[in-house]
Nanobody
Framework: QVQLVESGGGLVEAGGSLRLSCAASGRTISRNAMGWFRQAPGKDREFVAAISGTGGTTMTADSVKGRFTISRDNAKNTVYLQMINLKSEDTAVYYC????????????????WGQGTQVTVSS
């Protein structure tokens, strides 16, 4: 079993930055592709970004490309989401996710979810 705990959310003004962290416990996640998803009020959960187990491959949703960067530190069993130039439409609960099926499958196959962290961007 893998437990995922997100942190780093909060209230920020439009144009500001935040870095989310996802700390994993239970076992190493170095073999797992990891991702970030978000869910805004009244909307479905959507994919934000993903990273392969080695960190060599990343994917980013078009809506955040150029503003959000996913990274990982396998020595710390932690995944990050650096967010810059935040917009009001980025307001959502952000969830960390892990899959054992590879980065290409993370959008539809998540084995573990975190509990989420709230990001609120004021305009």
């Amino acid at each position: 079993q893998v437990q995922l705990v997100e942190s780093g959310g909060g209230l920020v003004e439009a144009g500001g930055s935040l870095r989310l962290s996802c700390a994993a416990s239970g076992r190493t996640i170095s073999r797992n592709a990891m991702g970030w998803f978000r869910q805004a009020p009244g909307k479905d959960r959507e994919f934000v970004a993903a990273i392969s187990g080695t960190g060599g491959t990343t994917m980013t949703a078009d809506s955040v490309k150029g503003r959000f960067t996913i990274s990982r530190d396998n020595a710390k069993n932690t995944v990050y989401l650096q967010m810059i130039n935040l917009k009001s439409e980025d307001t959502a609960v952000y969830y960390c996710a892990a899959t054992s099926l590879g980065i290409a499958n993370i959008r539809r196959n998540v084995n573990y979810w975190g509990q989420g962290t709230q990001v609120t961007v004021s305009s």
